[in-house]
């Protein structure tokens, strides 16, 4: 099932999609499977995963030191790749990074070994759509989805040409700035979003700064789905050890995941 497949069928059901974000390689990518595990079990309906660059501008301090980690224990995007290929996945699973890492790859290669990894799509966040006809390609022939960000900054015509190349769903940002869990969801979230939703029926999700089920609750209010980064790397950081907090991450995504049920 594809990124844009899943969501609405979500929709299509009354539900929205709960979108978890983590950074490989922060934790040892023999994990990874028994990471992606956990997130499906707490109910997860997409998974991010990061991959980590050392000049991560649109990440706050939780995303850039858990980046840094990952940097520090020798890891590429090949051997994440590699880690994704083995992972079970019940759900559709994209990477998340910067443009640099898949242009040192080939960005036909990277494409085609994401494919090979069963991953469902790719969010490169500093790639805008008039620079990005080759990574399109390249996707298309692939077979996996590029999705695209806007932010409250973006002008009726970024957002018309986000909507017209998304293949999987929009990304709306919460807010202008990094990543980072926050204390509250600007209520500016409503209006970006509606800006969106009339220009195009593809799905619209929220990120930055979600860190709470109540903020997971508001956002679902207007949008398809939310994604909660910062606040779940920080959790893995604090607690996953090994697998051995397992139950705690499973609970927390549970209670996330209720958010979105209103």
């Not at 990440?59 to 051997?79: H, K, M, V, Y």
């Not at 990120?207 to 959790?235: N, T």
């Amino acid at each position: 099932m594809t990124v844009s497949e899943k969501i609405l069928d979500l929709r299509s059901k009354g539900e929205k999609a709960l979108i978890c974000f983590f950074t490989a390689g922060d934790q040892p990518l023999s994990e990874m499977g028994a990471i992606i595990e956990a997130l499906q079990e707490g109910g997860a309906d997409l998974i991010e995963v990061g991959i980590p660059f050392s000049d991560p501008f649109g990440e706050g301090p939780t995303i850039q030191a858990s980046s840094q980690r990952s940097l520090d224990n020798g890891t590429t995007p090949e051997q994440i790749l590699e880690a994704l290929a083995l992972a079970q996945k019940a759900i559709p699973v994209v990477t998340m990074g910067y443009y640099n890492p898949v242009l040192r790859m080939g960005l036909n290669r990277y494409a085609e070994v994401s494919a090979s990894a069963g991953l469902s799509g790719t969010i490169i966040s500093d790639l805008v759509p008039d620079e990005a006809d080759a990574w399109d390609s390249a996707s298309k022939d692939a077979g996996i989805e590029t999705i695209y960000l806007i932010a409250p900054t973006s002008t009726d015509s970024r957002i018309d040409e986000v909507c017209d190349r998304t293949t999987g769903f929009v990304y709306a940002v919460s807010r202008t700035g990094v990543t980072g869990a926050e204390n509250s969801v600007p209520p500016e979230v409503k209006g970006l979003v509606e800006r969106v939703r009339a220009r195009t029926d593809k799905p619209v999700c929220v990120g930055f700064g979600i860190s709470k089920p109540e903020h997971v609750r508001m956002v679902c209010e207007v949008a398809d789905g939310a994604v909660v980064g910062s606040a779940l790397v920080s959790k893995l950081n604090a607690v996953w050890k090994g697998g051995e907090g397992k139950a705690e991450i499973v609970a927390f995504v549970r209670e996330l995941k209720e958010a979105t049920k209103g």
